[in-house]
Structures are given as structure tokens and as C-alpha cells.
């Protein structure tokens, strides 16, 4: 083969070979995306949460990443972070930087703003970030941490309507349990409230202490330190004083209450409210614990039969019209009999409720009312409706009856009915203003629930008869004072041949309105229509 030729195709190899080993450089030193596009997508994935995208973005997996995320959120109680102005500089030798401005919502004490930086490094031909704890905060090194100190206010008080305090010693022990009491906080506590709070900080236990925490602690004074060697604050938030808190209660109506009740050997509560506003201005118990006041189920006995008057005036009865009140009646298979087996023959509407004439009532709401009509009373004057008062407290409960006989006994506040003496307070206030108002402790309390205005016409017969049971009728014989209007009820509880009776009184004079009830106590009219005059004597 010529010489010349020999040349010439190994030159054309050369050539050839010189241009493979250009292209495999230009693919080796091409990186794909910017520093800029990494940074945002890094950051982007931070402010969603999202620990998994952001780990997609890191040049090498790095130890103790979740945890030094976990310094804003387990640490401070970060509920999220926002970042924003992220800018990445110039690179230089597969290097940069980025900046950035992440503002942390710190739960109980607002947002934190500051400026950190993220480092970056090409890492197979791909922008990736340089993690070190320092990407979460500067000051962060992996041998320190993230802390709050928090300083709190003296705490508000609770006070009654008059701006006198309520939450020392020096009150009964029904205001007490109203108002709750001071405890140490645990870890339950902190996880609820927040980590503004520390194991041993004073939170509220019970009653409106606890209710309203956040408005009697106020805001302490919160400094973010980052904690190691030494303890730097990074950021500090003043904190503000709680607000005090202004109960309805009144203390002389509150004192005569617990005067009235002291002494009586058998679990008594009573609750009286203000008729023109819902203001519940005493609350009750002669036994500590468990507070029946507010929380009891009873069986409403015969202060049920003015909801079913209600129901019956709004159906065309007048307290004028005739009616009878025999021995016994049967409605729907069930046999009624009245109090003492007692029968009055032919009488007034407004006479067989003065009496209390289960006879009456029973027939009458099988008649006219039905179960329907009975249920919507029953809500209109507070069953079935919701109850926020600033404490616990168990609504009145009054099922649609499921047969006449059911039906029957509902007339005369019995079958599956229960109520709570805060709740017949609520029917006897209804009767006095004219409207069911939501019971509240703390006039401040935004309510859920409307008034319920009533037809001014059953109103005003209402009224005539609730006065005729204290003038004429089964509360006859309490002495109460002139111009007070009521309804007793004798409530039957228990099972077998002979059952005990929780005795009731509900009623009103002037705007007051209250409700006694006496556990097993028996006949209201004899046991807790007394009570009543003695609460209501001691207020003249």
C-alpha cells in the first residue's frame, strides 16, 4: 500500500477520534438546571412540609435532617413556615449560595421572621444543596438547639357581675366549682395549648378557669433562643396581660340561694336566672362533686305540664275552658292516676294545672297535640337545644314520643324526658319575659342560639295559671311571697311497686326566675316550693 494513502487514513482516524473525545467532555462538564431553579424548588417543598422533596433535592443524605427541621416545629411549635425572596448568587467552581426570608408561625406567640442561606454543589451534572443544620436557621450548628423561654403575666380574674373577684377561697363552694381552680400543666395540657406552655406552668382545671385560659393567661413574653454552650435570644415577641372575665352571677342572689338549700338532708341544687337577658345569676349545690344544677338528668315531673299547656293554649284552650280531672284515665293502654289517687271532676284548664291533674293533661295532648306538636313546644321553651353557658352543662332532652302512651306520659313530664334545674329555669324565665332566651354565665359568650319568641296570647294565660298554683293550687301552702307564679312537679324515678319522687318548683316574680329541685325529696309542693320561699324571702 502507498505510503501517502497509509497517511492519509490514519489522519482521517485521528480526526475522527479527536472529535469523540470532544463530545464525551462537552457531556461530562454540562450540568443540568441553576442553582436558582434548586433553591426554589428546596424552599417551595419547605414551606408545603414536605421533608420527602426536600431530601430529593440534597447532594448526599444528611444525618440529622429531621431533626433539625424538628427544632422549629417539636421545639418552638412552629405550625408552618413561609419562604420567600429566595435568590441564589453567581457559581463558581460548581458552588453557590442562596438567601432566602422564612417567616415561622410559633403557636401562642405569633411569627418570626429571619434570613438564612442554603449552600449548593453540582453532584452528577445536577444542582443539588449543600445541607448542613445551618440551612435551617444560621445560629444552628448540630451541637445546639432551638428553645423558648417564656415569661407570664399575673393572670386575670374572674368576677361577678358587679366586677367583684369570684376565683379566691373566700367564695361558697358552688361558686368554686363554677369557676374551677389553678393546677400545674402536664404534657396533655402542653400538647393542647401549645409549647408557649411548660410542664409546671399555671393552667386552669374545671369550670371557666379552664374555659377560658387563653383569655385570663393572656400572652407571656416570649424570647427564641438558640441554646448551647451559651444561650443567645434570636427574636423576642412582648407579651400581653390576660382580660378579666365578667360573670352574670350576682352574690346576693347567689347567697340567698345556698342559704336556702344549706340545711335540707338530701342532694338540693338551684339555679336562678335573669328572665329579661338569659343571665344565669345563681348556681347551687348543697352537695359537692357532681354538679346537678347544671349537669342533672331528672325526669321534669309536673313543672313539664306548662310546656304542654303551652302546647295546648296555643291549640285553641283557654284557662277558662272545661275540663275534667277524674281518679284515672287510660291513654293509649297506659293507666294515669293523679297525685294521692286524687280526682277533682269537672273543672277549669286553669284549675286542672293548678292541681296538677295528670288526668287532664294526658288525655288532652293525646287529643290535640300529638307527638309532633308536644316535641316543638318542648323545643321552643329549651329542650332539645343547645346549651353554652362558659362551663359544661347537659342539654334538656325531650324525645318525639313513639306511641299515645309515651305521648301520655310526657303530658305530665315523665317517660324518657330529662332536664337539669338550669333547664326548667329556662322554661319558668320564658313564661316571665316571653321569650326562651340561651341560658349564658358570661354575658360576653357569643350564643349559637336565637331567642325563641312565644305567642303573646299563651303567654299571658301562662302566667294567670302559674300564679293560680301558688295562690290556690299545689304550692298553696308554701308561703311564698305575694306575686311569685310557679309550678311544682313530683317526679317519679326507679323501678317496682312503689317509687320515689324528686321534688320540683319552678317559677318567677318580677325578673327572677329559678328552678329547685330536691333528689327523692317527694311532693314539690310540700319539699321544694319551701325551698323557694326561703330563697326569694331572703332577697326581700
Not at 443540568?32 to 433535592?57: H, I, N, V, Y
Not at 361558686?175 to 406552655?197: E, R, S, W
Not at 309536673?302 to 291513654?331: H, I, Q, W
Not at 293550687?473 to 311497686?497: D, N, Q, R, S, W
Request: glycine content about 10%.
Amino acid at each position: 500500500m502507498p505510503r501517502g494513502r497509509t497517511v492519509a487514513i490514519s489522519a482521517a482516524v485521528a480526526v475522527v477520534l479527536a472529535g469523540g473525545a470532544a463530545g464525551g467532555a462537552y457531556y461530562v462538564l454540562h450540568t443540568r438546571g441553576t442553582p436558582q431553579e434548586t433553591a426554589a424548588r428546596f424552599t417551595a417543598a419547605w414551606s408545603r412540609g414536605d421533608l420527602a422533596a426536600m431530601k430529593a433535592e440534597l447532594a448526599s443524605p444528611a444525618a440529622g435532617f429531621d431533626a433539625a427541621y424538628a427544632e422549629l416545629t417539636k421545639n418552638l411549635g412552629v405550625a408552618k413556615v413561609a419562604v420567600r425572596d429566595v435568590r441564589a448568587g453567581a457559581a463558581e467552581d460548581d458552588r453557590a449560595t442562596a438567601s432566602y426570608t422564612a417567616t415561622a408561625t410559633v403557636k401562642n406567640v405569633g411569627d418570626w421572621t429571619y434570613k438564612g442561606s442554603l449552600r449548593l454543589v453540582v453532584k452528577d451534572h445536577y444542582w443539588k444543596v449543600d445541607w448542613s443544620p445551618s440551612a435551617v436557621h444560621p445560629a444552628l450548628d448540630g451541637t445546639n438547639h432551638l428553645a423558648l423561654k417564656t415569661s407570664w403575666p399575673q393572670r386575670a380574674a374572674v368576677t361577678d357581675a358587679n366586677g367583684d373577684r369570684i376565683d379566691g377561697g373566700d367564695v361558697g363552694g358552688s361558686v368554686q366549682q363554677l369557676v374551677g381552680f389553678l393546677d400545674k400543666a402536664k404534657d396533655k395540657d402542653v400538647a393542647k395549648l401549645g409549647t408557649a406552655y411548660k410542664e409546671g406552668d399555671a393552667v386552669g382545671r374545671g369550670g371557666l378557669q379552664e374555659t377560658f385560659q387563653k383569655q385570663l393567661a393572656g400572652t407571656p413574653t416570649t424570647e427564641i433562643q438558640v441554646v448551647g454552650e451559651s444561650r443567645k435570644t434570636l427574636h423576642s415577641v412582648e407579651g400581653s396581660p390576660g382580660k378579666d372575665l365578667r360573670t352574670s352571677l350576682d352574690l346576693k342572689v347567689q347567697k340567698a340561694a345556698a342559704d336556702s338549700v344549706r340545711d335540707l338532708d338530701k342532694p338540693t341544687s338551684l339555679v336562678a336566672i335573669r328572665p329579661s337577658t338569659g343571665e344565669i345569676l345563681a348556681v347551687v349545690n348543697n352537695r359537692g362533686g357532681f354538679n346537678r344544677a347544671l349537669d342533672g338528668k331528672y325526669a321534669p315531673g309536673s313543672t313539664f305540664k306548662t310546656v304542654t299547656a303551652a302546647g295546648l293554649l296555643a291549640e285553641g284552650l283557654t284557662p277558662s275552658s272545661r275540663v275534667t280531672c277524674p281518679e284515672e284515665a287510660v291513654v293509649g293502654g297506659l293507666k294515669i292516676r293523679n297525685s294521692d289517687h286524687e280526682a277533682f271532676g269537672s273543672l277549669s284548664f286553669l284549675d286542672s294545672y293548678a292541681h296538677s291533674c295528670n288526668t287532664t293533661f294526658a288525655p288532652l295532648a293525646a287529643q290535640k297535640l300529638g307527638a309532633r306538636k308536644l316535641y316543638d313546644m318542648a323545643t321552643d321553651l329549651g329542650f332539645n337545644q343547645p346549651l353554652r353557658i362558659g362551663v359544661p352543662a347537659t342539654p334538656g332532652s325531650m324525645p318525639k314520643a313513639a306511641s299515645d302512651a309515651e305521648l301520655a306520659a310526657e303530658a305530665f313530664g315523665q317517660a324518657r324526658i330529662t332536664a337539669s334545674p338550669l333547664v326548667i329555669a329556662t322554661v319558668a324565665a320564658a313564661v316571665a319575659d316571653g321569650s326562651w332566651r340561651p341560658p349564658t354565665l358570661v354575658p360576653s359568650l357569643e350564643q349559637k342560639t336565637d331567642p325563641k319568641k312565644l305567642p303573646a296570647d299563651v303567654v299571658k294565660n301562662l302566667r294567670s295559671m302559674m300564679r293560680a298554683v301558688v295562690t290556690k293550687g299545689t304550692a298553696h301552702g308554701a308561703g311564698l311571697p305575694a306575686g311569685t307564679a310557679g309550678k311544682t312537679g313530683t317526679a317519679e324515678f326507679g323501678t317496682g311497686p312503689k317509687l320515689d319522687s324528686h321534688a320540683w318548683f319552678m317559677g318567677f316574680r318580677g325578673d327572677l326566675a329559678f328552678a329547685v329541685v330536691v333528689e327523692a325529696g317527694g311532693m314539690g309542693g310540700e319539699v321544694a316550693a319551701p325551698v323557694a320561699t326561703h330563697f326569694l324571702k331572703s332577697l326581700s
